[in-house]
């Protein structure tokens, strides 16, 4: 605490010059980096009798006044003014390019002291500025206390007006105004809906009446706009606006999914016939590859309602409270909730069958040619018109269902389900949604190809292989079921083994004669992948000459580019090894790792220099290995190829900063005597030597930071 009081009274007193508005304008710019901690507290007109505790409350605040600052990217401007003799209250206005809802007016009382302005220390009065208790001081500082306060609200209902007409004039583009204007509630929702997939932040702003909300039902605006904001870039706290997102979610609205009241409006005593006309409500079904609180098939009803501007979407409570704690948004969401819409959501691919034809391919390789496409354009609907689809049965009472579908679905409240050939739809659509959320998930949709095709009649299963990314440098192999009938080849859904019920039994044996006959292939795919990989990746050329400094430097900076933010494929083309594995398990294992580290990384890398021994050009560098913690020197070995030069990645020689390292780097170059020339080793083990010089100095130098830090 002795250090805080010191932190306070020692600081050199750094005085603003200027008039009043002209200082705490001057004061609220420096939060953007230019002041320090000492800066700020030496700027306040701090009385020298405050107490260490209020002290260090005083600066707490102003510290979270500079965080709110910078994280809401405001700016300032004056815009009142009453000065009373050394004193003044001083009103600024705070905007922010998030919207007019953040909008706030800052009310500061400033002190004139040894001939200079400084800002009070608390915000809205003159508390901690050491300014006495005569009757005639107290009764100018209550004034002027009283005038920021009232002044305050005034200004702050000017603002507003003033941000929201700028903010108007910003959104106006976001959404042409024939599509606003449009007399149809529905298409207003499909609207809302395609902004969502499409990432368009305004455009969704826009349809939720933002620019309309004098003439719409009251809503917490501020919550709604940072709810969309965070949203839409999937930072929500509940992670539940990816149903809105993504594009790896069925999106279905359901027309009779309107609120009862319109419906049974006649018997309704106090129905008025323009609410009917003024609101609607949506219950759009969502089902996903992921669950949101236990559920992939999410119904959430939407309310519209119409101005004079058109139809604009009301933001459901599972959307407006995502970025609010779990008891508020489970409260929030459950007041809004129907258990009905639990089985009604289930007409839902009903609908979807209804609005879109099916589509049939002319055979197994123009079908999984689509699916490839349809993989790269992200595009949902198309892959699910080439599905299965039966006509509708009667079931009989106490019959069970041919393909076991209903038992993908939890029953609903009462334990009892509804139609059960919607059951059974619902369970052929969630396992195509989930192949299709998996396939997503294991890497680029662009890296998808056709790498096998069985067929026996009229069945057939195809692999399509995903290149993966990050440490998921192994493909991912996905199996799609097919089958033939009159109208053409289509995709069954499952994930390993096709859908009990969607195939003829007859059909079984070959099932499960092309599954066997996959799995046996797949051992000879990995092996190929492995070859391909040694073609890929650089062999050192013996007798080749060392890159230059410029040119070494380039390649190093972009082969730490490419781990960090290309895929192993495109890594191995810059990098060589001494000589090709017969397997490169461990070497992709290990570049794994780097390119992990590389991704990981929150600060920039460090050259600290170079050096060419032989045909060896090495390059010593400090990089950040521990997410901002920790820092590594690793030396960059830079080698001739046959076409080029590449990184050496079979060869790791780090700064020791302790013996385990050391006794590490011994072995290695040990190993390395019997694998390479004598004259390649003697260059190896000098640019050993010079790496440790040069570097430890520059490691020594930021470990004593971090300690003078903690």
């Given at each position: 605490m002795r250090g805080i009081v010191t932190f306070f009274l020692a600081a050199s007193l750094r005085v603003f010059s200027g008039e009043p508005s002209e200082v705490a304008l001057e004061f609220l710019r420096g939060f953007d980096g230019k002041l320090s901690k000492t800066e700020i507290s030496s700027s306040l007109a701090i009385s020298p009798f405050c107490g260490p505790k209020k002290r260090t409350?005083?600066?707490?605040?102003?510290?979270?006044?500079?965080?709110?600052?910078?994280?809401?990217?405001?700016?300032?401007?004056?815009?009142?003014?009453?000065?009373?003799?050394?004193?003044s209250a001083v009103l600024i206005g705070a905007t922010s390019p998030n919207g007019p809802d953040v909008s706030m007016v800052i009310s500061l009382g400033v002190v004139k002291k040894e001939g200079g302005w400084r800002v009070a220390p608390v915000e809205g009065s003159f508390e901690n500025t050491g300014l006495g208790f005569e009757a005639d001081l107290k009764s100018r500082v209550r004034d002027l206390e009283n005038w920021m306060a009232l002044e305050r609200t005034s200004e702050m209902t000017i603002l507003l007006r003033s941000e929201m007409e700028k903010f108007r004039k910003k959104m106006e583009g976001a959404v042409s105004s024939e599509d606003l204007a449009?007399?149809?509630?529905?298409?207003?929702?499909?609207?809302?809906?395609?902004?969502?997939?499409?990432?368009?932040?305004?455009?969704?702003?826009?349809?939720?009446?933002?620019?309309?909300?004098?003439?719409?039902?009251?809503?917490?605006?501020?919550?709604?706009?940072?709810?969309?904001?965070?949203?839409?870039?999937?930072?929500?706290?509940?992670?539940?606006?990816?149903?809105?997102?993504?594009?790896?979610?069925?999106?279905?609205?359901?027309?009779?999914?309107?609120?009862?009241?319109?419906?049974?409006?006649?018997?309704?005593?106090?129905?008025?016939?323009?609410?009917?006309?003024?609101?609607?409500?949506?219950?759009?079904?969502f089902l996903s590859s992921f669950e949101i609180e236990g559920e992939r098939l999410n119904p959430i009803r939407f309310r519209l309602n119409k101005t004079d501007k058109g139809w604009r979407v009301s933001l459901p409570a599972f959307f407006a409270y995502a970025d609010q704690e779990s008891r508020a948004f489970r409260t929030?969401?459950?007041?809004?909730?129907?258990?009905?819409?639990?089985?009604?959501?289930?007409?839902?691919?009903?609908?979807?069958?209804?609005?879109?034809?099916?589509?049939?391919?002319?055979?197994?390789?123009?079908?999984?040619?689509?699916?490839?496409?349809?993989?790269?354009?992200?595009?949902?609907?198309?892959?699910?018109?080439?599905?299965?689809?039966?006509?509708?049965?009667?079931?009989?009472?106490?019959?069970?269902?041919?393909?076991?579908g209903g038992d993908l679905l939890q029953r609903n409240i009462n334990g009892r389900r509804g139609n059960p050939f919607d059951d059974r739809r619902a369970g052929r659509y969630i396992l195509a949604v989930k192949w299709w959320g998996f396939s997503l998930k294991f890497a680029d949709p662009v890296s998808a190809k056709v790498v096998k095709l069985y067929r026996h009649e009229k069945i057939a299963l195809g692999v399509l292989s995903f290149s993966g990314s990050g440490e998921n440098w192994k493909p991912k192999y996905k199996q799609v079921w097919m089958r033939q009938d009159a109208s053409g080849w289509m995709i069954l859904p499952g994930i390993v083994s096709p859908m009990v019920g969607t195939y003829p039994e007859e059909s079984f044996e070959g099932f499960r004669a092309l599954s066997e006959q996959f799995v046996k292939d797949e051992v000879k795919m990995e092996e190929e992948f492995f070859a391909d990989v040694l073609k890929i990746v650089g062999r050192e050329d013996p007798n080749g000459k060392a890159a230059s400094e410029p040119q070494a430097i380039a390649l190093v900076k972009e082969w730490r580019r490419i781990a960090r933010e290309e895929d192993m494929m495109a890594f191995l083309r810059v990098s060589a090894v001494r000589r090709l594995p017969a397997k490169p398990t461990s070497l992709l294992r290990d570049l794994g790792f780097v390119r992990k580290g590389a991704a990981s990384a929150m600060s920039p890398d460090q050259i600290i220099g170079s050096k060419a021994v032989g045909r060896f050009r090495g390059v010593s560098m400090m990089i950040d290995h521990g997410g901002g913690v920790d820092r590594a020197c690793p030396l960059v070995l830079v080698v001739p190829t046959k076409t080029s030069h590449c990184v050496l990645v079979d060869v790791e020689l780090p700064l020791e900063t302790n013996k385990g390292i050391r006794l590490l780097n011994d072995e290695r170059l040990d190993g390395l005597a019997k694998e390479v020339a004598k004259e390649d080793l003697a260059s190896i083990e000098e640019l050993r030597e010079w790496h440790q010089k040069v570097s430890r100095p520059v490691w020594d130098k930021w470990k004593s930071e971090q300690a003078d830090k903690e």
């Open positions: 409350r005083i600066l707490e605040l102003w510290e979270a006044r500079a965080s709110w600052k910078q994280k809401g990217n405001f700016s300032f401007l004056p815009l009142r003014e009453k000065v009373d003799s050394d004193l449009a007399n149809d509630a529905k298409q207003a929702m499909k609207e809302f809906l395609n902004a969502a997939e499409a990432g368009k932040t305004d455009a969704m702003i826009v349809w939720q009446g933002f620019l309309e909300r004098e003439s719409l039902p009251e809503r917490n605006w501020e919550m709604n706009l940072k709810a969309t904001r965070k949203g839409m870039v999937n930072q929500d706290k509940q992670r539940v606006w990816r149903l809105l997102t993504s594009q790896k979610v069925m999106k279905v609205i359901i027309p009779n999914g309107k609120n009862e009241r319109e419906a049974h409006a006649e018997d309704l005593l106090n129905f008025n016939p323009e609410s009917v006309e003024r609101e609607v409500e949506f219950l759009v079904g929030a969401k459950n007041d809004e909730s129907d258990w009905k819409d639990r089985e009604l959501v289930k007409k839902m691919f009903q609908v979807f069958e209804e609005q879109n034809q099916v589509v049939r391919a002319k055979n197994p390789e123009a079908l999984l040619k689509a699916i490839v496409q349809d993989l790269k354009t992200q595009n949902l609907d198309s892959f699910l018109q080439s599905h299965y689809r039966e006509e509708e049965k009667a079931v009989k009472e106490g019959e069970k269902p041919a393909d076991g």
